[in-house]
């Protein structure tokens, strides 16, 4: 069955993530993101313990006199909306800090993979590259956050916040963290953010394998500040073997890149000739 396969192939590259983060001449470009994230959770951590009490006193406020019997489950909700929000401010900004190195880092790996360059980059054109890299981070955050907050809402109704929601929640982070880890190789191509998602949609059972498994790493102590090296990674490996050909065919990827669409927000002609092609080479 295509699922299957596809759920395979998601496994295949997150594991190929772990693989490669070991490799030398790779290992110079994982240090950086994990010290960048290491300092953050640090930071958030220390942040949010010092206000967890504050913030469980503020959600009881809106607890009436009457509702005093639903108190525990308003303090055990309280606890989940902290770690749930915990949880994406650490994805968020850990996306905008280390964007700049997590595309360096794909595009390292894509030419350990295939043994091709991208067009050569001087430090001044990767500073100057900052700034489109982190309004590429912004245009996923606006696509995210609106998902989230009704996802949030939601939880908060009787069975359905305790049953579907849930759910719901958990395959759309895992759809997120797919489009996160994928933009990077896609972004270093300049392929638009729209076009990535059509593509991954093509494979989504493979996406939400891959996202899925990066999810479950976050919320895991220590593995999380190394998981974002090895999504990186094993996204770009997913670029490669199942993207590449099936969006530049044959011919070298430099010469084409430059006739794909720069702009995030936007859809070209060629964004529509990318989405009719239906060719996907998966594993």
Known sequence: MIEEKEVKSGFHYFVMGWHLITQKGLRRFVVMPILLNVVLMVGLSWLFISQINHIIEWVMGFLPAWLDWLSSVMFIMSLVMIVIVFYFSFTMLSGFIAAPFNGLLA????KMLTGESLADMTIMDFIKDIPRMLAREWQKLVYSLPI???L???GFIPMLGQSVIPVLAFAFTAWMMAIQYCDYPFDNHKISLHTMR???KDNRWQSLTFG???????LVPVVNLVVIPVAVCGATTMWVETYRKALYGNAKTQGNSTAVSTDVGKTT???IDLRNNQDIVSR
Do not use: A, P, Q, W
């Not at 595009?107 to 894509?110: D, H, S």
């Not at 899925?212 to 976050?218: P, Y």
């Open 198 to 200: 059509v593509k991954l």
């Open 107 to 110: 595009e390292k790996v894509e």
């Open 212 to 218: 899925g498994l990066i999810s479950l790493c976050m």
């Open 148 to 150: 989230y907050i009704v």
């Open 152 to 154: 949030f809402l939601l």
């Open 269 to 271: 002609n060629t964004d």
